[in-house]
C-alpha cells in the first residue's frame, strides 16, 4: 500500500467485437511509470469490475501487482472517495487522458485531485524525477511543448500521444499478481450527475442545431447549392514577382502565421 | 512537367462577369473585371435583424481562448449554439482570453469580455478559473458552453470541478431540452443540459439568421496576493518551446508549404520552407514524380492538415487534395492558372510561376529578416 507511484487503468471495450480489453491510453501510463528510474513498485488501481483477461493483459505490460477494487454500491455512484481513499499514501497518481467506457469524459483526474488536495497537469508526455518531485514534459497543441517542475504529491494525466512502446511479455502475464477487494459500501460518493440520462443506441447522424429561418425557395435553393459568395478570395493576376510575393507576405503578417 | 503552351485557345468556362447596375450580367471578352463564381456576388448580405434588444433577465455564457486575435471556427460554433439558444429574455456573454479583434455583432454576441493580455504560454489554469469563477458570481449564467478541445476543454474541466458545477463534455448534439453525449462505443446518452457543456466541433450552424448586440470591454483579472502565493509552489513553469516545423508531423504543423505539379527546383522550395519557419508538403503528382517521400503526401490518400496556414505553389486543386486540406484556416495558391480548382478554396490567389515567386518571396523574406535583425 505504500509503493511510491499508482496508475489507475480502465477496461475498454472493443466497439467491433465487444470484447473487454486494456485501453492504449492507460497502457501507456503503465509504460511510462514502468520506466521511471528506482524500485518497480508500481500499482495498478481499477475501481469496478474487470476481468481476469484485461487485468492480466495489463500485467503484461510489465508491471508487478493490479488492485481491483469492487464497489459494492450501484455503478451509477461516483467513484472519487473510493479512490481517494486507496491512494492516499501515494504520491505520483498517473492516469491516462480519458476513458473509452462510461462517458470518457476525461474529468476524473481534475476530480480526484480536487478531493486530494493536489495540483493535477494533463497532457503529459514525459516524465522526470527531480528529487522528491518530478519535472513533466506537457504536449501542448501544434507540436509545442512545455516543461513544468511538479511537487509531490500529484496527479498526472498522460496524453495519448506519448511516444512509447507498448510490451506484451506472457511471463510477466503470468507472474503478475491481482489483488480483488471489494469496498464498503458507505464509501461510494454521491449520486454521478449522469444518472439522470436516458441510454439510446448510437446515432450515426447527428442533428445540427440550427436557426430555423422560413425562406423562399430560391433562397433554399442558393443555400443547398452553396453559391460560395465568398469562395475564391482575392486574385492577384497583375504585377512583378516581388509585387505578389510582398503581397503574400502581408497577407502571413496581417494573420500572424509567421513571426518575424 | 512543364506544358506548353498549346495551340488551342484554352477558354475559361467562367468567364468573369460584372453586375452593371440595371442588374443584367455583364461578361467583357478578354478582361479579367469581375467576379468570376455565377449568380453569387448578386446576392449581397441582407442586412440582419438583432436577436434580441433586451431587457434581459438571464444570460448564457460562453468562454474561449482566442488564436491570435480572433476565434476559429470551433470557438465561433460554441458561441452560435449559445446565441441559437438563448431566449428573447436571454443575453449572450462571451468571455475571451486573449484579445479580440472580431465583430461580436456578426457572430451573435451580446456581451463581449475580453482579457488581452492573457499570456497563452504561462501557465496559469488557476488563474483562469478563478476569472471564470468571478465571472460566474457577477452574471450568474443559466449556463457555460466551451469548445471541448485543447485548452478550452481543460479549463472548462478545471472550472466545473472547482465550482461543483454539473458537467457535460464531448456533447455531440444540442437541443432545447436536452444535449447528446457518446456513453460508450455502441450507446449513447441523453440528458437534460449540464451547468458546463464541453461542446464537440460540428454542434452548431455559424450561419446565424441574426446579429447580436455586439457590447465588447476588455478587462484584466486582479491577481490577489493570496490566491497566487498559495498556488504559486506546487508547480512551477520551465518554459515553453514551440515545435520545430521541420521535424513535426505535418498532421500538427501549424503553417505549411505544398509543393505540386508547377514546382521543379526542390531545393528552392525547401530553402523557402525554411526561412518562413514552416513544414513541408506535396501534393499527388509531386510525391509521384519522386520529388518528395510518400510520407509528404496531403490529400485523401494521403494526410490530412488541419494547419492555421497553407501555402500551395502550382496545385491546381483536384478534389482529392482539397479534401486533405479541408480542415485549414487560411490558403494561399501560387498558380500559372487563375480557373485551377484550388482557386475556388483560396482566400488569396496569386497567378505566377512558382518559381519565380518562390524566388521573390525568398529574397524578400531574406531582407525582412536582416532587416529586423540589423
Redesign the interface.
Same mark, same amino acid.
Given at each position: 500500500m505504500n509503493s511510491p507511484m499508482a496508475v489507475l487503468v480502465s477496461v475498454r471495450? &472493443? %466497439?467491433v467485437s465487444?470484447r473487454a480489453t486494456r485501453n492504449r491510453n492507460d497502457a501507456l501510463a503503465v509504460s511510462l511509470a514502468l520506466r521511471l528510474p528506482g524500485p518497480a513498485d508500481v500499482r495498478l488501481v481499477h475501481v469496478g469490475t474487470m476481468s481476469d483477461t484485461v487485468a492480466r493483459d495489463y500485467l503484461a505490460l510489465g508491471a508487478p501487482t493490479i488492485d481491483v477494487l469492487d464497489p459494492a454500491a450501484a455503478p451509477a455512484r461516483s467513484i472519487v472517495p473510493a479512490l481517494r481513499d486507496a491512494l492516499a499514501a501515494t504520491p505520483l497518481v498517473l492516469t491516462g487522458m480519458r476513458a &473509452? &467506457?462510461?462517458?470518457?469524459?476525461?474529468?476524473l483526474p481534475?476530480?480526484l485531485a480536487?478531493a486530494m488536495g493536489? %495540483?493535477v497537469?494533463? &497532457?503529459v508526455i514525459a516524465v522526470e524525477p527531480d528529487g522528491a518531485g518530478w519535472?513533466v514534459t506537457q504536449a501542448?497543441?501544434?507540436?509545442?511543448?512545455?516543461? #513544468?517542475?511538479?511537487?509531490a504529491p500529484?496527479v498526472l494525466a498522460i496524453s495519448a500521444a506519448t511516444p512509447l512502446p507498448l510490451r506484451y511479455a506472457h511471463a510477466d502475464r503470468m507472474a503478475g499478481r491481482i489483488s480483488r477487494r471489494r469496498l464498503p459500501a458507505e464509501a461510494a460518493g454521491a449520486e454521478a %450527475?449522469?444518472s439522470?440520462?436516458?441510454?439510446?443506441?448510437?446515432?450515426r447522424r447527428?442533428? #445540427? #442545431?440550427? /436557426?430555423r429561418?422560413i425562406q423562399s425557395g430560391h433562397a433554399r435553393m442558393?443555400a443547398a447549392v452553396g453559391?460560395? /459568395?465568398s469562395?475564391?478570395?482575392? !486574385?492577384?493576376?497583375t504585377g512583378? %514577382?516581388?509585387d505578389? /510575393?510582398?503581397?503574400?507576405?502581408h497577407? #502571413?503578417r496581417r494573420?500572424?502565421? !509567421?513571426?518575424? | 512537367m512543364n506544358r506548353e503552351r498549346s495551340p488551342v485557345r484554352r477558354v475559361d468556362p467562367r468567364r468573369p462577369a460584372i453586375i452593371t447596375p440595371a442588374g443584367l450580367r455583364r461578361i467583357v471578352l478578354g478582361s479579367t473585371e469581375g467576379d468570376r463564381l455565377g449568380a453569387a456576388s448578386a446576392v449581397h448580405a441582407v442586412a440582419r435583424p438583432v436577436r434580441s434588444a433586451g431587457p434581459f433577465t438571464r444570460c448564457i455564457a460562453v468562454a474561449v481562448h482566442a488564436d491570435r486575435g480572433t476565434l476559429d471556427d470551433h470557438a465561433r460554433e460554441a458561441v452560435a449554439a449559445a446565441a441559437l439558444l438563448a431566449g428573447p429574455d436571454c443575453a449572450v456573454r462571451v468571455a475571451v482570453l486573449g484579445a479580440c479583434h472580431d465583430d461580436a455583432a456578426a457572430l451573435g454576441i451580446d456581451h463581449l469580455l475580453a482579457w488581452p493580455d492573457f499570456d497563452r504560454q504561462a501557465y496559469q489554469p488557476e488563474r483562469c478559473v478563478r476569472w471564470l469563477q468571478q465571472l460566474h458570481d457577477r452574471w450568474h449564467p443559466t449556463a457555460w458552453l466551451l469548445p471541448d478541445r485543447a485548452a478550452d476543454g481543460e479549463l472548462g474541466r478545471r472550472f466545473a470541478v472547482a465550482g461543483a458545477l454539473g458537467l457535460a463534455c464531448g456533447v455531440v448534439e444540442l437541443d432545447a431540452r436536452q444535449l447528446r453525449v457518446r456513453a460508450s462505443a455502441r450507446e449513447d446518452a441523453l440528458r437534460p443540459h449540464a451547468a458546463v457543456m464541453l461542446l464537440a466541433r460540428a454542434v452548431a450552424s455559424t450561419r446565424l439568421p441574426f446579429v447580436g448586440l455586439g457590447g465588447q470591454q476588455t478587462e484584466s483579472p486582479t491577481d490577489d496576493a493570496a490566491g497566487s502565493s498559495s498556488l504559486a509552489s506546487p508547480i512551477e513553469d520551465l518554459g515553453l518551446e514551440p515545435g520545430d516545423p521541420q521535424t513535426l508531423a505535418l498532421e500538427e504543423a501549424d503553417f505549411i508549404v505544398a509543393a505540386g505539379n508547377g514546382v521543379t527546383d526542390v531545393a528552392l522550395f525547401n530553402a523557402l520552407a525554411s526561412a518562413v519557419g514552416a513544414a513541408t508538403g506535396a501534393s499527388r503528382v509531386a510525391v509521384d514524380d519522386g520529388r518528395f517521400p510518400r510520407a509528404k503526401q496531403i490529400g485523401a490518400t494521403g494526410r490530412t492538415v488541419s494547419a492555421s496556414g497553407y501555402l500551395a505553389l502550382g496545385i491546381s486543386g483536384a478534389v482529392q487534395h482539397l479534401q486533405g486540406i479541408k480542415d485549414c484556416r487560411h490558403v494561399i495558391a501560387v498558380n500559372l492558372d487563375a480557373a485551377a480548382p484550388i482557386a475556388r478554396r483560396a482566400d488569396l490567389t496569386v497567378v505566377e510561376d512558382s518559381t519565380r515567386l518562390m524566388r521573390a518571396l525568398l529574397d524578400l523574406v531574406q531582407r525582412e529578416k536582416q532587416g529586423a535583425a540589423a
Open positions: 471495450t &472493443d %466497439p465487444a &473509452d &467506457d462510461g462517458h470518457g469524459s476525461g474529468v481534475f476530480e480536487a493536489r %495540483p497537469v494533463g &497532457d519535472i501542448l497543441a501544434k507540436g509545442a511543448r512545455r516543461r #513544468l517542475r511538479v511537487a500529484a %450527475p449522469g439522470a440520462e436516458q441510454r439510446v443506441a448510437t446515432a447527428l442533428k #445540427l #442545431l440550427e /436557426a429561418v442558393q453559391s460560395a /459568395a469562395g475564391g478570395g482575392m !486574385v492577384i493576376s512583378s %514577382p516581388d505578389k /510575393a510582398r503581397a503574400v507576405l497577407y #502571413l494573420h500572424a502565421l !509567421v513571426n518575424f | -
